[in-house]
T-cell receptor, first 113, second 114 residues
């Protein structure tokens, strides 16, 4: 089955710095890669996703890049703010109703004011 | 994005009682819903996949007689923890699949069994 590795497990940055979280996957047939933000005591919230026919996608301060050859994808957050502090999960999936997403172990991002 | 609600948001019960958690997709129809369990500072652990009108598919190690899942309609799935014990205390989260594997999560339910 699919295996998703996520690094680092903890990331501490100063406000205004950039943060990068990386994930690798094992199934070359995976073609959908979402990122979720989970605040304490809440459910994960989809913040950005990318499909395998695209190499990069941006949404304001957030961007995701995908390298299909190397089978890794990354989340980039620029100009971090204290409210970006949360746990971030990457996931990997195939299209089709029977496929179940595989999640990374999560990265705890701490943005110091 | 699509909205998924869960009820209740938190529940405290006595050992031996059963607890039902509801998961609703508010503005879309979800043929597939997922139930996860999350321990503190850990990732999401998939418990089961729930398809409307059919029996849920449970992950290995999850007791289907203890965690009853019913997906009666395209907008509602329920998880019932039967004869709950303190070790069942956890954060339970549901999610609903929209399309192309887009998945939206509910806010979670904190279960505490005394």
């Amino acid at each position: 089955g699919e295996n998703v590795e996520q690094h680092p497990s903890t990331l501490s940055v100063q406000e205004g710095d950039s943060a990068v979280i990386k994930c690798t996957y094992s199934d070359s047939a995976s073609n959908y890669f979402p990122w979720y933000k989970q605040e304490l005591g809440k459910g994960p919230q989809l913040i950005i996703d990318i499909r395998s026919n695209v190499g990069e996608k941006k949404d304001q301060r957030i961007a995701v890049t995908l390298n299909k050859t190397a089978k890794h994808f990354s989340l980039h957050i620029t100009e971090t703010q204290p409210e970006d502090s949360a746990v971030y999960f990457c996931a990997s999936s195939r299209s089709g109703g029977s496929y179940i997403p595989t999640f990374g172990r999560g990265t705890s991002l701490i943005v110091h004011p | 994005g699509a909205v998924v609600s869960q009820h209740p948001s938190w529940v405290i019960c006595k050992s031996g009682t059963s607890v039902k958690i509801e998961c609703r997709s508010l503005d879309f129809q979800a043929t597939t819903m997922f139930w996860y369990r999350q321990f503190p500072k850990q990732s999401l652990m998939l418990m089961a996949t729930s398809n409307e009108g059919s029996k849920a598919t449970y992950e290995q190690g999850v007791e289907k007689d203890k965690f009853l899942i019913n997906h009666a309609s395209l907008t509602l799935s329920t998880l019932t923890v039967t004869s709950a014990h303190p070790e069942d205390s956890s954060f339970y989260i549901c999610s609903a699949r929209v399309s192309y594997n887009e998945q939206f999560f509910g806010p979670g339910t904190r279960l505490t069994v005394l």
